[in-house]
């Protein structure tokens, strides 16, 4: 019951659409400009820099607002599970996130909130995954590559931190973490599924490039 409370309290604040809503401020509905999602790369593209830096701040600290959350509520009788009731907070952050139902479940692709997860996790793991992402966007240029290699490196630096025992938890939620874990890598690469295609063909659009109208 209290992993489907977190998922719940997650997937409450995961409404909070900050590049939507920033964009109405402005004026226009940024779903409807380049990709079409609510996400930090299309605010970028279609409002600017300091619309990208805002929505991903918005998108990231939500999540680490719904952990706080959690970990408020449950840390007295659930404490010693702390790791995995925050990657189940995390799971509901990114599916709120990702389908808000007062958006018609059109939402961003939750790397921002997949972000701020690994923040609340642990601050080495971040650092890793917030490095290789900007490694890989200063490199290529594609926001999108970052994006999944940060996915994949959060799944991985999951499994490696539990095989050296760093979660403290039994085997079997040890393994119920990683499970919840490779869900949230899988929804990143699953709302990338065009990225990845467009990356293979050679066509994917490089950061700096501005959204059109959709």
């Known amino acids: ?68 959350t959690v970990r408020l509520i449950f840390s007295g009788e659930y404490g010693d599970i702390k790791p995995l009731l925050t990657v189940y907070t995390g799971l509901g952050v990114v599916l709120g996130h990702n389908y808000p139902f007062y958006l018609k479940f059109r939402g961003g692709k939750g790397i921002a909130s997949t972000a701020g997860l690994i923040l609340t996790l642990d601050p080495l793991l971040a650092l890793i995954a917030f490095a290789t992402f900007g490694a890989a966007v200063g490199i290529t240029k594609y926001v999108s590559l970052g994006s999944l290699l940060l996915a994949a490196e959060f799944l991985i630096g999951v499994i490696v931190y539990g095989l050296i025992g760093k979660w403290n938890i039994s085997e079997g939620q040890l393994l119920e973490m990683y499970i919840i874990t490779a869900i949230i890598t899988a929804l990143a690469f699953f709302r990338h599924r065009k990225n990845i295609k467009s990356l293979a063909k050679g066509t994917e659009r490089k950061i700096g490039e501005k959204a059109k109208k959709i």
């Open 1 to 68: 019951m209290v992993r489907l409370l977190c998922i719940l309290i997650g997937y409450i604040f995961g409404l909070f659409q900050t590049g939507y809503i920033y964009g109405k401020f402005k004026g226009i509905d940024i779903r409807e400009h380049g990709s079409g999602n609510a996400g930090t790369t299309n605010a970028l593209r279609t409002l600017g820099t300091k619309a990208g830096i805002i929505t991903f701040v918005g998108d990231c600290f939500k999540c680490v607002l719904a952990v706080v």
